[in-house]
């Protein structure tokens, strides 16, 4: 089984990935992880991509490709990928079915873990134990939450299309989120 997970920043896609990978024994393939290791390695890619990544713009597709196809080419980690942060655009996605099918692999789920702005700005301040500084903070966070909506809607619509989508309440407690996560992918 390979999965898609998608959530907006805040939203505990994190804690959710890091769940399934040792529940189900998965390979958890963080596109951000590994382009941020690329550049503490200083390695040639690393230091080509660190302005790109610090401005908070996207890779370039290519780049992005090359590095997913190492993880999808590589048996031992054949049919348990949890991509977490790649497909980011439509044509990511095309992409993404293009190369698992060239290694005779599909995705089985999407899943999306829903959280609305309100939550979102309530865990902020939770986190900052109501800070002076929240406005800016508040801002910022906005941004992001706008930045995925805008950026993963048509990404969203085309795996709903194909009928891999399933929308994960993540308004719950997280434990509740696991165990509805933990039934999605025991029923595959
Ligand atoms: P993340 O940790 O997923 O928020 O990613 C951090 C940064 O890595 C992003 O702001 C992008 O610059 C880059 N990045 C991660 N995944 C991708 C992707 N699928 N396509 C292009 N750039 C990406």
Known sequence: M??????PPGAGKGTQSKFIVEKFN?????TGEFLRKEISDNTKLGKKISSVINSGELVSDI???DLIE???SNSKYQNRIVFDGYPRNLNQAKNLDNLLKKYKQRIDIVLKLSVSLETIKKRISERLGLEKRFDDNEKIAIRRFETYEKSTEPVIEYYKKLNLLKVVDGERPIDQINDEISAIISAI
């Open 26 to 30: 998965m390979f958890q393939l963080s």
């Open 63 to 65: 780049i992005v490709s």
């Open 2 to 7: 390979n999965l898609v997970i998608f959530g």
């Open 70 to 72: 190492k993880i999808i």
